[in-house]
């Protein structure tokens, strides 16, 4: 491995260790000649995944275009950048054990979409709003609506609101 600060091409091994929940192996070495100390990665190399564009471009899949926009709709929502980067792993992890090669952008976002709605409903709509390209007002309260008729099925799963409004109206 190449010291980062002379170029050295000898280094030993210091400490190796599991790291990303064993999807990689950080490893601590030395540089025979400056003995410089630096931490390298080593992962495993996944087979390519093609994102197919709403417009129908194709571009490789990134982790880190997927990883910005998810921190940019979990601005200051509580939720640790540690968390967002499982959300990453987790959808990666299973965009790769599918045996399809090409995903559409769409497929992507609502893996997205399932994992923020656990997380925060605020990175949710936000995210939503951007995913689904939100005209106005009536997007997001459609979009809110959605969201609040799937917490009353969770939390209730045996209320209606038909029920509730006809008990309400004949009371």
Partial sequence: MQCPNCQHTDSRVLESRSSENGQSIRRRRECLQCKHRFTTYERIEFVPITVIKKDGKRESFDRCKLLRGIVRACEKTGIPPS?????VNDIESRLQQDSKREVTSQEIGQLVLEYLRQESEVAYVRFASVYG???????????????????????????????????????
């Fill in 83 to 87: 968390r967002l980067e499982a959300i």
């Fill in 133 to 171: 390209n939100f005209q106005g007002i009536r997007d997001f309260i459609a979009a809110l609506a959605l969201l609040q008729s799937s917490e009353i099925e969770r939390t209730h799963p045996s209320w209606s609101p038909v029920e509730e409004a006809s008990v309400i109206t004949s009371s």
